[in-house]
């Protein structure tokens, strides 16, 4: 018979299966954290208010951002090509190097997904993020008290985590709903 600390784990565990779900083949690799990012990324993008509902024509492009290792922007690309549309926005996902991004700077309303910790990179990455109302996600713990606007906090269960001032500096809108359950940064 389990006792209470092991009834709470089993819990907490069962709890999180339904934004971890079961790993397809190729998510077997990738980190618990970045399964439950990807999982919770469709919410957080589906929150901003900034994306009007479009006729459909409108491509909604989401990039997976890598400092180094690719393999793991890869991985996570056809959990996201499963949701297939957001706000009736068609997800254009691709995968890029934090260089070629910087190099790029995408689109405004535009969502990264950072897939590795960028470490000293990654206040570059915020700014051009609040400069061109990008939603910016990171799985990794301690990066939306760096200035990334969104992630994910896990205690007994797992809910969104927002950088509210990296939210007004980018200029995007969140549902209310969304910030009530979400856990604010200041």
């Known amino acids: 018979m389990l006792r209470l600390p092991g009834k709470i784990g089993l819990v907490a565990l069962l709890c999180l299966v339904p934004f971890v779900g079961l790993p397809s083949l190729a998510q077997e690799n990738a980190t618990p954290r970045l399964q439950i990012g990807i999982n919770l990324l469709p919410a957080v993008i589906a929150a901003n208010q900034s994306l009007a509902i479009s006729d459909g024509s ?16 890869l991985q996570l690309e056809p959990a996201l090509r499963q949701v297939g549309e957001i706000r009736k926005r068609k997800l254009e996902i691709k995968t890029l190097s934090l260089e070629a991004l910087l190099a790029a700077e ?19 990455l915020v700014e051009l993020a609040q400069r061109h109302r990008i939603l910016l ?10 200035g990334v606007t969104a ?36």
């Open 137 to 146: 996600f990171s799985p990794f713990k301690g990066d939306v008290e760096l």
């Open 58 to 73: 409108n491509d909604l492009p989401i990039y997976l951002v890598y400092r180094e290792n690719r393999r793991h922007a």
């Open 106 to 124: 995408p689109a405004p309303l535009s969502i990264v997904f950072i897939t590795e910790p960028l470490d000293r990179r990654l206040d570059e």
């Open 151 to 186: 992630g994910f906090q896990v205690t007994d269960k797992v809910l969104p985590l927002v950088n509210m001032a990296s939210l007004k500096q980018s200029k995007i809108q969140l549902k209310a709903f969304f910030l009530r359950i979400a856990v604010k940064h200041e």
